[in-house]
Structure formats: structure tokens, C-alpha cells
């Protein structure tokens, strides 16, 4: 670099410009990963809001790219890669599967992740209060509270006999999701009939299979697909008059019926003051993963 240096001094006179662009300190990058669609939920901005309380805001000291698979999570393996070769100081990833593709990515790269599932048991830490490696982030594990909006349903709808369970097929988290509210049926004397969607025209084809299943309510799991297609299955499920249950309170917010889970903007704002943090030389070994100790509903 200092042998370039020196040849382009003496070039000044003719690259002028150039040269006063090469000059200015580069921006350092946030690559931000996400499983889902752009959405309207103010979620990006509680992350700003985060990096902000760090003293770090977009556009003034750092730069922010977000990359969508707009749920396909086939497409986050190629996606994490091209983050990669950005070179970005920090990666933040949601949710599971989009964290997951940036740990297979990087080994290097400072990953702070949001998950609603138990980061040990998928792999992406070795503990809660030391991870190790170049991976922490904030873990509400909302993905285990199937059994308790279950039960919610039940209380509500106690005559209400066969549940349905929405379920995106391509997230890792669907299966122990549908299998804790299989178990959790049982228990209450319920039918669950799982259906599947992870597309938004599958989310269509599946509201239209609901009379022919007799299904008289609904759970919705928690998956990052879905949740950015929050309002298409809000309405679908007021215009069968299916009762839901829901796992964010954003679902609520867009006119659904009652939910029960941990705040998502919270954690992206957390997620934001953890990469300010390590912008500033924190390192994600010395960052415990956080988890939230309270649960909220919302109707």
C-alpha cells in the first residue's frame, strides 16, 4: 500500500479527485442477514435505535446493508456469503436459520444474532453467559411457548375440539415446534392438524383447506417467514372467522385475535446495543447471550 501511495503522489496533479476520495476513512459495514421479506414492523428501526444508544447511528459512523431470502432459507447459505465478501465488522443475523448460515459463512466475522430458539441446542453457542467464538446475540425462545398459547386457546375456546397448526415446513424450528404442541394436545384432550406454508400463496392454499379439516381455531407457530407475512394471515384468518392464536403481539397489533410471547422489537433492540458494543471493541466472548425474563400477552 505504500509503494501505491508513493507512485500515485506522483500522479497528483493529473488523479486529483480520486485521490481526495481514496482518502476518506470507509464507514465501517453491518451486514444484516434476515430469514423473512422487508415488512412494515418497525423491527430494523429498533435495531437503529439500539446501535444509537451506543453512540453509533447509520449514514453519520457505520453503513448498513440487509439482505432478505424473502423466505426461502435455501437462499441464506449464498447470502451469508456474500456478506461475507463485503467484509463487514459485524454481522447480525435473524432468526435461526439466517444465524446459522452466518456461523457456516464465518468463523472470523463477530455474529450477534436474534433467536427464538435455544441457541445451544441448535449449535450456534456453546453457553448462555461465555459463548465462545465469535457468536452471541439475544435468545427469546419464543419457539417453546406452543403449549402455553395451546392452553390459552383452550380456556378460550374450550369447545373447540380440532386445532389447527400453522407451521412453515422449511424452518428447522417447525418440527420440536409442532411436537411440543402435539404433546401439549394430547394432554388436553385435542386434535392438532398440522398445516403447512412457506410461501405466500401456500398461506392462501391453506386457509382455503380449513373447512375441510373441520377446524374450528388455530395456532401459528413462531417462524421469521411468517411473521413478516403477519398481516396477509391476520386478514385470512378474520375472513374464516377462525379464532388464532399468535406468538408475537405484532400479529395483535394488525387486528389478530390474542397472542403470547416476548417482545421482537426488544430484541432487536438489544440485538442493535450489542453490535454498537462490539463496534467498539467488545468481543462476543465478553457479550452473554441474552434472554428475556419475562413473557407477555397481548388481545
Do not use: C
Not at 439482505?67 to 456478506?83: S, T
Not at 403449549?147 to 380456556?155: Q, V
Not at 454498537?276 to 407477555?296: E, H, N, S
Request: hydrophobic share 45%.
Amino acid at each position: 500500500m505504500m509503494h501505491r501511495r508513493s507512485f500515485l503522489t506522483g500522479l497528483v496533479g493529473v488523479v486529483a479527485t480520486p485521490l481526495a476520495v481514496e482518502a476518506q476513512p470507509t464507514k465501517p459495514l453491518i451486514g444484516f442477514l434476515h430469514q423473512g421479506s422487508p415488512d412494515p414492523l418497525p423491527l430494523t428501526n429498533a435495531f437503529s435505535q439500539g446501535l444509537n444508544e451506543t453512540g453509533i447511528s447509520e449514514g453519520r459512523n457505520v453503513t448498513i446493508e440487509h439482505l432478505w431470502a424473502d423466505g426461502h432459507y435455501d437462499r441464506l447459505p449464498a447470502l451469508a456469503a456474500d456478506l461475507v465478501s463485503h467484509r463487514p465488522a459485524v454481522i447480525a443475523a435473524a432468526l435461526l436459520p439466517a444465524a446459522l448460515a452466518a456461523k457456516a459463512a464465518t468463523q472470523t466475522i463477530p455474529i450477534v444474532f436474534v433467536s427464538g430458539s435455544d441457541p445451544i441446542a441448535a449449535g450456534l453457542v456453546s453457553s448462555f453467559s461465555r459463548p465462545t467464538g465469535n457468536v452471541t446475540g439475544i435468545a427469546f425462545m419464543f419457539t417453546r411457548l406452543g403449549a402455553k398459547n395451546l392452553e390459552l386457546l383452550h380456556e378460550l375456546l374450550p369447545k373447540a375440539t380440532v386445532i389447527g397448526a400453522l407451521a412453515n415446513p422449511n424452518n428447522p424450528n417447525a418440527e420440536p415446534q409442532v411436537r411440543d404442541l402435539q404433546t401439549a394436545a394430547r394432554t388436553l384432550g385435542l386434535q392438532l392438524v398440522v398445516l403447512s406454508a412457506g410461501t405466500e400463496r401456500e398461506i392462501d392454499a391453506m386457509f382455503a383447506t380449513l373447512p375441510q379439516h373441520r377446524i374450528s381455531a388455530m395456532v401459528v407457530t413462531a417462524d421469521g417467514f411468517l411473521i413478516s407475512r403477519h398481516e396477509q394471515v391476520v386478514a385470512l384468518a378474520a375472513d374464516r372467522a377462525v379464532p388464532t392464536v399468535y406468538p408475537l403481539r405484532q400479529y395483535v397489533d394488525a387486528g389478530g385475535l390474542i397472542s403470547y410471547g416476548a417482545n421482537l422489537r426488544e430484541a432487536f433492540r438489544q440485538a442493535g446495543t450489542y453490535v454498537g458494543k462490539i463496534l467498539k471493541g467488545a468481543k462476543p466472548a465478553d457479550l452473554p447471550v441474552d434472554q428475556p425474563t419475562q413473557f407477555r400477552d397481548g388481545h
